[in-house]
């Protein structure tokens, strides 16, 4: 029997792309730092020259399949990472925004077979989002760790 699994320790190599959503840039900042750090800290080059990382900026996280479609059909990246923060209001707009940006960013992954990093926060208050982007624990790093893993899966089954 093969038991197969990404590591966390194989950076060398691999291109990431994050692609950050502009709304709720409170939390969306918080995110990214998060998983910068993380990335970083496991060997990946965050500066601003870097050849293994680039941020990609949207609207907000309706936005975030389609420019994820762009970015895998280019195939420049061994995984994407979305950030993203819906938090509930008086409207039906959030079940909107998160059904549709939840199922385009999985039809993108799927349909491509790039692993694609759902980084999107969906929380009832503000409150909830900053908790999870760094008051209690930041999220961002998680979904870093996930990318590496994945990268590094995937670059395993191939």
Known sequence: ???????????????IAIVVARFND???NK???G??????????DTSQDSSQLDVVWVPGAFELPVVCQSLARKGNYQVLITLGAVIRGDTPHFDVVVGESSKGIASVSRDTGLPIIFGVLTTDTMQQALERAGIKTNLGWNYALQA????SLMKSLN
């Open 148 to 151: 590496l893993e994945m990268a």
């Open 31 to 33: 995110l990214l730092s």
């Open 26 to 28: 409170l939390i969306t």
């Open 1 to 15: 029997m093969a038991s197969i699994e990404g590591r966390f320790t194989e950076a060398s190599g691999i291109r």
């Open 35 to 44: 998983c910068k750090d993380c990335l970083e800290r496991h060997g990946i």
